[in-house]
């Protein structure tokens, strides 16, 4: 993700086990947000989640979303992006779900996934600031 500046990079990277605060919009214009699990393809950051959910109908309907990403051992050191939804896909979905319980929790499967229909949202940030 060449847009992060060099000295917060580690903050994505799978050996840091950064939540992420995510707010999408609702449907008045009123903010929703969630802490995620998250990832990065390329240039995009990954956030996977169960059709349905508010976060789902959100950014399907809605694509702008804010990123917050803090340092785990820093809570005053952490990246903020703000983005657009730039792709949506359920194709690796379940895969990619028990990819981030590996990152996270350190097992194998995503405890939570059973029976669940899920979708991974690519995200392009478009501006990008850090503090810390």
Request: charged share 30%.
């Amino acid at each position: 993700m060449s847009v992060i500046p060099e000295s917060h990079r580690d903050l994505i990277t799978d050996d840091k086990k950064a939540f992420a605060s995510l707010a999408t919009l609702m449907d008045d214009g009123s903010p929703h947000v969630t802490p995620v699990w998250f990832d990065v393809e390329g240039d995009f950051l990954r956030i996977n989640t169960v059709r349905g959910r508010v976060k789902d109908r959100n950014m399907t309907s809605r694509g702008e979303v804010a990123v917050l990403i803090m340092d785990p051992e820093d809570p005053y050191r952490y990246i903020h992006i703000r983005g657009t939804v730039a792709a949506e896909r359920e194709e690796d979905a379940v895969e990619h779900t028990h990819l981030l319980a590996r990152k996270y929790l350190g097992v194998d499967k995503n405890p939570w996934h059973e029976g669940q229909s899920r979708v991974i949202f690519l995200i392009r940030p478009d501006t990008v600031s850090t503090m810390g």
